[in-house]
């Protein structure tokens, strides 16, 4: 199995910044042999949406809306994945949910509350 612990969520402004970060622990093997990581919003009636993804490789994959103001990096010795989040608008607002994959398998964290003030 894998545990995955989102923080860094939180209030903040129009136009400010929040950095996401999501801890893996468990199987260390899944862990270090993931297929993709990443980073998916839900707002309140709306379905979950992915907002960047990135790959064993270090590929980066973004939803249109994010790019230019969203990155998602990732540091192996951590096993933790962040998102870096600036220029943030009042449709960020959601819950973000930090996401692994490993072969058909696929685990979530529970999800850390991003709120935007307009």
């Known amino acids: 199995q894998v545990q995955l612990v989102e923080s860094g969520g939180g209030l903040v402004q129009a136009g400010g910044s929040l950095r996401l970060s999501c801890v893996a622990s468990g199987n260390i093997v899944k862990i270090n042999t993931f297929k993709t990581m990443g980073w998916y919003r839900q707002a309140p009636g709306k379905q979950r949406d992915l907002v960047a993804t990135?790959?064993?490789?270090?590929?980066?994959n973004y939803a249109d809306s994010v790019k230019g103001r969203f990155t998602i990096s990732r540091d192996n010795g951590k096993n933790t994945l962040y998102l870096q989040m600036n220029s943030l608008k009042p449709e960020d607002a959601a819950v973000y949910y930090c996401?692994?994959?490993?072969?058909?398998?696929?685990?979530w964290g529970q999800g850390t509350q991003v709120t935007v003030s307009s």
């Open positions: 990135i790959a064993r490789d270090g590929t980066t």
């Open positions: 996401n692994l994959r490993w072969e058909t398998q696929e685990y």
